[in-house]
Structure formats: structure tokens, C-alpha cells
């Protein structure tokens, strides 16, 4: 069974600091990684979608890795800001389409 | 990217009845959708992969005559709460795949259900 961790859970840095989230995955076969940002009793926003023969995406200051062989991946946010804060989920995708998520990384940033 | 809208946003009822919860592909064709929950400050658990014109696949532990599911057509899931309990509430989020070769699934805003 695919198990995601994402470290740390929570996170909170003065604004202009880049931020780091990490995310563990167990079993290397997936699709697709995706993170998402969810703002407090909101859905999910899609930030970057990363396929399985990819190795990173970029869209402006948010940059994602992943090395499937180790089962991680990053999400980098550049020159935080605090309407950044949020909690951002990893989620893997398997072949069925079906995601398994990690537990997600709250982020404050402080102005 | 694709949008999918879900109704309603919020709902209170009284334990015992039941509620409906729908979600729509505005943009797109979605073959295939999924329902999943969310606890307060934990991460989403999917509940059910919803194939349009066929039966709903329930995960290991999820109750398929408590949570009906139906996928009537390309653009449209259905989640109906039967006989509500308070450890019903919850906020449920549906997503949907379907004619989109990357593979990414977009997700409606969810709803937030709370049973009385």
C-alpha cells in the first residue's frame, strides 16, 4: 500500500524566506505527483503536477522536484509571502488515477 | 485548468435525514470522479471511485449503502449521505479525471456537511 509522509507538518517563517516541503512516497510506481495548496475549509488548488518521466516543474516561484528511484519529492516557494500560508498537500497518483495524499505542511509566513 | 463545481458548499441537517452533494465537471467530460473526506486538520481519505454508468468502487471500510453514489452521466457525481449521524460531519470533496491525457484531476471546492 502507497504511503505518502510529508515533513515537517508545520512550518513558519518571516516573509521573504524561501520555503522547502518535502514529501516521501513508498512505493516508486506511480503516474503522476501532484501538490496541492488548501486554504483553511477550502478545497484543493492544483499548484504543479509533476509526470512520473518528469523530473521537475516550474510555474513562476513555486518549483517542484522528483526522484522517483528514492520516492521523494520537493515543492520550493520562492520569496514567501504571506498570502502563502496555507497547508500544501502531496498527493501521488496511481495508475487508476487514484491519489494517495500526505498529511500536508502548514505554512505560515509572517509579514 | 478544468473546473469542477461542487453544491452545496455547506449544509446543516438533522440527524437522520439524508443529503445529496453534487459534482460537476463544467468544462469537460469526466469518465471518472472520486469522493473523498476530509477530518479536521488530517489529510483527505478516498471514499469511493465513481465510473459514470456503472457501479461505484467504496474503499476498504466505507459503508456503500450509507454513502449511495451515482454517476448518471459525463458531467455529474452524485454523493447521498443516507441517514445522517453526527459522525457523518464532514467536509467531502470530489475530484475528476477524464479526457485529460496528463492525467491531472481537479477538485471541487468541497462541502461541508454537519449533522445535528
Known amino acids: 500500500k502507497q504511503e505518502v509522509t510529508q515533513i515537517p507538518a508545520a512550518l513558519s517563517v518571516p516573509e521573504g524566506e524561501n520555503l522547502v516541503l518535502n514529501c516521501s512516497f513508498t512505493?516508486?510506481?506511480?503516474?503522476?505527483l501532484q501538490w496541492f495548496r488548501q486554504d483553511p475549509g477550502k478545497g484543493l488548488t492544483s499548484l504543479l503536477l509533476i509526470q512520473s518521466s518528469q523530473r521537475e516543474q516550474t510555474s513562476g516561484r513555486l518549483n517542484a522536484s522528483l526522484d522517483k528511484s528514492s520516492g521523494r519529492s520537493t515543492l520550493y516557494i520562492a520569496a514567501s509571502q504571506p498570502g502563502d500560508s496555507a497547508t500544501y498537500l502531496c498527493a501521488v497518483i496511481l495508475n487508476d488515477y487514484k491519489l494517495s495524499f500526505g498529511a500536508g505542511t502548514t505554512v505560515t509566513v509572517r509579514a | 485548468g478544468a473546473v469542477v463545481s461542487q453544491h452545496p458548499s455547506r449544509v446543516i441537517c438533522k440527524s437522520g435525514t439524508s443529503v445529496k452533494i453534487e459534482c460537476r465537471s463544467l468544462d469537460f467530460q469526466a469518465t471518472t470522479m472520486f469522493w473523498y473526506r476530509q477530518f479536521p486538520k488530517q489529510s483527505l481519505m478516498l471514499m469511493a471511485t465513481s465510473n459514470e454508468g456503472s457501479k461505484a468502487t467504496y474503499e476498504q471500510g466505507v459503508e456503500k449503502d450509507k454513502f449511495l453514489i451515482n454517476h448518471a452521466s459525463l458531467t455529474l457525481s452524485t454523493l447521498t449521505v443516507t441517514s445522517a449521524h453526527p459522525e457523518d460531519s464532514s467536509f467531502y470533496i470530489c475530484s475528476a479525471s477524464g479526457g485529460m491525457n496528463t492525467g491531472e484531476l481537479f477538485f471541487g471546492e468541497g462541502s461541508r456537511l454537519t449533522v445535528l
Open positions: 512505493d516508486s510506481a506511480i503516474y503522476n
